[in-house]
């Protein structure tokens, strides 16, 4: 009698099993057929971009110069250690700057020509530095230190370790040393190839040196 209840129960767990595969086999062969109802489909609901203004540019960009600068701040607090109130941040940043000629500034009285038109000289505005661009896909925090009441003080902010400061640090520094760098003097360089290149096309036969 008991090994005929056992035997009972045992079928039952096997039928239930069997039942409970062929349900999941079903379910797989619906789903390939069907798809899965419970997918997540994204979709991108932006408006097209609209064109808000359209200016004409006469700047030549004749030299770039990249540069890369480690900035290293630290604020400290008075008759504190720096382990209790305090931050530490060395920010390691890449950016680059543009020389660039503006032939708008050019006037009539700046081109020279000779009466056979087979020579001109042609004097050029000085090339002028654009605003350093800092490249932040690359420009990151190499080390954050804080202290326990900064780390405290960063649960109630909205942006606790904010980069804005790093990075305009960051820009000013790029800045002074594009200032230092021979970046202009290879936009002089590059200008007057370029020009001495476009004239000859033109026809000119000899073409006096370009004070760029």
Same mark, same amino acid.
């Given at each position: 009698?008991?090994?005929q @209840?056992?035997?009972?129960?045992?079928?039952?767990?096997?039928?239930?099993?069997?039942?409970?595969?062929?349900?999941?086999?079903?379910?797989?062969?619906?789903?390939?057929?069907?798809?899965?109802?419970?997918?997540t489909?994204?979709?991108?609901?932006?408006?097209?971009?609209?064109?808000?203004?359209?200016?004409?540019?006469?700047?030549?960009h004749?030299?770039?110069?990249?540069?890369?600068?480690?900035v290293?701040?630290? =604020?400290?607090?008075?008759? *504190?250690?720096?382990?209790?109130?305090?931050?530490?941040?060395?920010?390691?940043?890449?950016?680059?700057?543009?020389?660039?000629?503006?032939?708008?500034?050019?006037?009539?009285?700046?081109?020279?020509?000779?009466d056979d038109?087979?020579?001109?000289?042609?004097?050029?505005p000085?090339?002028v530095?654009?605003?350093?661009? *800092?490249?932040?896909?690359?420009?990151?925090?190499?080390?954050? =230190?804080?202290?326990?009441?900064?780390?405290?003080?960063?649960?109630?902010? =909205?942006?606790?370790?904010?980069?804005?400061?790093?990075?305009?640090?960051?820009?000013?520094?790029?800045?002074?040393?594009?200032?230092?760098?021979?970046?202009?003097?290879?936009?002089?360089?590059?200008?007057?190839?370029?020009?001495?290149?476009?004239? @000859?096309?033109?026809?000119?036969?000899q073409?006096?040196?370009?004070?760029?």
């Amino acid at each position: 009698m008991f090994k005929q @209840t056992r035997r009972r129960v045992r079928s039952t767990y096997v039928a239930g099993a069997v039942a409970a595969g062929l349900v999941a086999v079903a379910v797989l062969l619906v789903l390939q057929m069907v798809g899965n109802p419970f997918r997540t489909v994204s979709v991108d609901r932006t408006m097209p971009p609209v064109l808000v203004q359209l200016r004409d540019l006469s700047e030549y960009h004749a030299a770039q110069g990249q540069f890369e600068v480690t900035v290293d701040r630290e =604020d400290d607090v008075s008759l *504190l250690p720096s382990f209790v109130a305090g931050e530490r941040v060395q920010y390691a940043a890449l950016g680059s700057v543009d020389a660039t000629v503006d032939f708008a500034l050019l006037t009539p009285d700046a081109i020279s020509m000779s009466d056979d038109r087979h020579n001109v000289s042609v004097r050029l505005p000085e090339p002028v530095l654009a605003p350093p661009v *800092l490249d932040l896909e690359h420009s990151h925090v190499m080390n954050r =230190d804080r202290g326990i009441l900064n780390r405290i003080g960063g649960l109630f902010s =909205d942006s606790p370790t904010s980069e804005a400061v790093l990075e305009r640090a960051a820009v000013s520094k790029i800045a002074a040393a594009a200032e230092a760098s021979n970046v202009r003097d290879r936009a002089r360089e590059n200008t007057r190839a370029m020009l001495v290149a476009l004239l @000859t096309s033109l026809g000119f036969d000899q073409i006096g040196r370009a004070h760029v």
